[in-house]
């Protein structure tokens, strides 16, 4: 059996004023067709979104079922990080 764990990270940004989410979102956007299919490394974003000013924790662990019927399949952990 082959093991394969999916995060998902997700987080709110403050209330945004109309200048600086038109500024995230025109970066953004810039970098998604820019770098598409390579996508934003995590420190471009993390320079995008000021991301060193959340504490994230997982909040949810959904374990597959691990019946072993088939050793050659994939069993997906999914782990939820909040900010």
């Known amino acids: 059996m082959i093991h394969k764990i999916n995060f998902e990270i997700s987080f709110e940004t403050n209330v945004l004023q109309e200048q600086d989410y038109a500024e995230i979102m025109d970066v953004i956007e810039a970098q998604m067709k820019k770098n598409h299919p390579d996508g934003i490394p995590f420190d471009e974003f993390a320079q995008i979104v ?34």
């Open 50 to 83: 000021p991301l060193k000013e959340f504490k994230f924790h997982p909040t949810t662990i959904q374990y597959p079922d691990l019946n072993w019927d088939d050793e050659y399949s994939i069993k997906e952990t999914k782990i939820e990080i909040k900010a």
